[in-house]
């Protein structure tokens, strides 16, 4: 897709802000400089805040817009910014749109995305409130501004952007009113501007911070000025590289075109595994029981059995206690989904794990013919019928009960050789790997009755 010679980035949709919002001029703004820009729209990303900044999105239509949660745009972008120079065509133009509330929620993400100099161009909206969540003061509130929370004006003084971003080594900064002509241009340049620039935009908010302070757009300029706030260009050096540059200069890119640059192989599988469609498992107990290394044994037990794997670890946020739980997925395939909707597999070894299983709803949504695999202390308290109930804890300790479990699936459902577990104990190294590894012998004569099966033709 080719520019058309004049863009019409701001498509025909009315703005969604309150009469006389500043944010509109800084839309008009943004429209402009783009357009003078003569940018491709298809290359232009635009990533917006939380709050009424985020309204914009529809009023740019041909561009690509990623609405992100609060404060967290800026970390977004980068993201975006460095896949692109570095795995991507370094093509696209990306534009934070964040207003003086996700600022200051996201303010490290700023602050990192300056210091590591990423070629992102931020519009941040400062007018001195949160406005969208009815006028609350936020840490670019100036003193003796009133807000909805700082009703007598706040005694706080603001944070100064400017000063901010020089102690981060910015390499553009500038602050303009959002009544100024020349903002577009301003907008422009941070555009283009090779590096982190950021625009902080005085604006009023006539929702809250007019009617609140008494003041019209014409106070904003002596508002700046009382609160020690220089306008215009404040910062511009170019002596600092991008981070994508310098990055590449620790990492060079392989050469040859992008399509022809071919992803390493992957190693031959050590040991084979009878896995013929994804398989999902849970598996619960307590804190300090091993729940997640017995699940991150199994998964290292598939890497080496050729599959691919993903865990995810669940714990309370009183870290030492309570439940630990991990979710696991197996596929002889790339998985593009890590969710676990109806698990195969739900291993419960402990009361605490049993409590999280039943908050979480595992038992009630699991796939047809799946297997629970419980301590038997739990048995008179499992909400299923049919599940293998064994001494686990009793048997084989608590510390070791979660892999044990996971020996017993594996038998079960026969996806692993059992070499492999084995090896993946092994790694764990230390008095650790050993304990497991008997641990692994021990469970499975817990349930000899049990003949190896298939996933696809096992049935509990
Ligand atoms: S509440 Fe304030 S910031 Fe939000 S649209 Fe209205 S004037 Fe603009």
């Not at 009793?394 to 020996?407: D, E, H, N």
């Amino acid at each position: 897709m080719t520019a058309p010679e004049q863009p019409s980035f701001l498509g025909d949709r009315p703005f969604p802000y309150c009469k006389g919002c500043g944010h509109g001029l800084v839309a008009r703004g943004l429209g402009r400089a783009l357009a003078g820009l003569g940018l491709d729209p298809s290359q232009i990303v635009l990533t917006t805040d939380i709050g009424c900044v985020g309204l914009v999105d529809p009023l740019f239509p041909a561009v690509h817009t990623v609405h992100t949660i609060h404060g967290r745009s800026t970390a977004v972008a980068a993201g975006a910014v460095l896949a692109d120079a570095l795995l991507g065509e370094g093509r696209m133009k990306n534009i934070v749109m964040i207003g003086d509330g996700g600022a200051t929620i996201g303010l490290l993400h700023l602050t990192q995305a300056a210091l590591m100099n990423v070629d992102l161009a931020v519009l941040l909206h400062n007018n001195m409130l949160y406005g969208m969540t009815g006028g609350q003061h936020s840490a670019l509130t100036p003193e003796g501004f009133a807000t909805s929370t700082t009703l007598q004006g706040n005694w706080v003084p603001a944070l100064d952007m400017e000063q901010l971003l020089r102690g981060c080594q910015a390499g553009f900064f500038a602050r303009q009113l959002a009544t100024d002509a020349e903002l577009a241009t301003v907008i422009a340049e941070a555009i283009a501007f090779p590096g982190f620039a950021l625009v902080e935009i005085l604006e009023l908010c006539t929702g809250f911070g007019v009617p609140l302070n008494h003041m019209d757009g014409k106070a904003l300029r002596a508002l700046a000025e009382a609160d020690g706030r220089q306008l215009g260009r404040l910062i511009h050096r170019k002596d600092r590289r991008p981070y994508h540059k310098v990055y590449r200069a620790h990492f060079p890119a392989p050469s040859g075109p992008p399509g022809a640059v071919q992803p390493p192989e992957a190693p031959a599988p050590a040991f084979p595994h009878r896995l013929q469609r994804p398989v999902t498992l849970v598996i619960a107990g307590s804190a300090g029981e091993r729940v997640q290394t017995a699940a991150a044994t199994l998964c290292q037990a598939a890497v080496l059995s050729g599959l691919h794997c993903v865990q995810k670890n669940d714990y309370p946020v009183t870290v030492g206690s309570g439940f630990s739980l991990s979710e696991v997925k197996l596929s002889p395939e790339p998985i593009l989904y890590t969710g676990t909707e109806a698990p195969d597999a739900v291993l419960i070894t402990s009361a605490d794990g049993l409590r999280e299983i039943r908050g979480r709803g595992d038992l009630g949504r699991l796939a047809p013919g799946a297997l629970v695999i419980a301590d038997e202390s739990l048995a008179a308290d499992l909400p299923v019928r049919g599940a293998l109930c064994l001494p686990l804890r009793r048997a084989l300790s608590p510390a070791a009960a979660a892999l044990g479990a996971v020996a017993v699936l594996n038998h079960r459902r026969g996806i692993l050789a059992r070499e492999a577990l084995l090896a993946a104990t092994a790694g764990l190294g230390g008095s650790a790997g050993g304990i497991l590894e008997r641990a692994l012998d021990a469970a499975l004569s817990l349930a000899p009755e049990a003949a190896a099966r298939s996933v696809e033709e096992g049935r509990p």
